[in-house]
């Protein structure tokens, strides 16, 4: 299992699901800390990113000396797999590259905390259980391998069913298809069929007797990533269009906040769509796609580009399922490279239904909503009824709670009462930071605060 930077992790020896805190060996770890490599490790990876920084130059300067040559083809982030051609003007430059890299001498790094992240990655190592990370927080939990398959099975076998091998074909003649009108298809790969895999809900109720999982689907066509980049600019105009609050991040969320006047009269509704990603039907996007189109300017190759985008499968021990309540293999999956942007487009769509209703400022992220109203109690609990009621008509759940005075939204508190906010962090979610003797670069190291 792979352990991401920026997450925790501690080992202990008790039980088969184990909630993994800050206390470790030998004080506080972060995965922030890079440990040294060894030479053959930290020369290989040098040789690697030389090669490739080289390229780069390479075809910089080709396009550079050949102005006749196409350099501003829509690519949508595809690199090319051509070899780049020789340019005899950076001959000697690559030379001196090559010659720095077998000139570049070792030492010995004597120091206790390498030491002891050596030792923490060895036993990390030898470990026999697997080390699963939460989902929205910097934990990791160690579970035996039959208890993580069951989790993982169960979570599968919910929502998916065993799909023919041949329907793979499908999906990447689609992709095929959408590449060569677009002249990329030289650069885009076949879908990879990588396993599926589970992250923890350990923020849920009751988690520590039924743990809860989200279903990550890594395995993703290729044409997700050109859905993103016309996906991107379709929302960009629709919210310019619409004038809606959809946010992008915490600093959107406290501009509007301090904008908010009467904040003493005013009070929270908010909701969260249950299971978001992959409840929207390829109705819904329809419809979603219909909308915008009013509004901006979508050519049908491109809705059809980001319909395509979601036919997908997943995963298991290199086995395809496929979702059982479609037919067409549509699928919006956690980890595909357009969800957000999908999201945010259905998001945009339901955002100009809640506009109609009366005396009350809507707002979202991603799933995450958010209103404030000036309303009396049980006129907003009305108000509530109605919300649930529009997410309702589109086959979605809420959650929605309303008349609140204080929240805790994305990673900020807001509090109506005092007119402030302030940082928010779940009470798993212990900050951890990167240690002075850490193997990051001396401009990193320098710039840490004591």
Known sequence: MKVNRGTRIVLDNEGAVTIVTHQTWNGYRSTKNIPVASEKDYTKQLIEKTEEFLRRMRWKAFHFLSPTTPADKKTFGFKSKNCPPTVEEMRTFEEGMINIIKNIAYKDVRCQFQQDLKKDISSIKNEERLFVKANKSINFYKLDAPEYNRLLNDNITKTYKKAEKKKLNVINDEARSVTRTLNIDDRVELIANNDAFITLKDHKENFANNPTCRLINPSKTELGRISKRILEDINSKLVRATKVNQWKNTSSVLQWYKRLPNKRDSAFICFDVVEFYPS???????????????????????????VNAKHSLLFNNGRPWEKKTSTTLFDVTMGSYDGAETCELVGCYFLAQLQQLPNIEFCLYRDDGLAVTTLTPKETERIKKQICNVFKNNNLKITIEANKKVINFLDVTLDMNTEKFKPYAKPTNTPLYVHSKSNHPPRIIKNIPQ
């Not at 419809?287 to 809705?303: G, K, M, P, W, Y």
Request: proline share 0%; net charge negative.
């Open 280 to 306: 929207i039907t390829e109705a819904l996007l329809n419809r979603a796609l219909d909308f915008a189109s009013e509004l901006v300017t979508i050519s049908n190759d491109d809705c059809q580009t980001i």
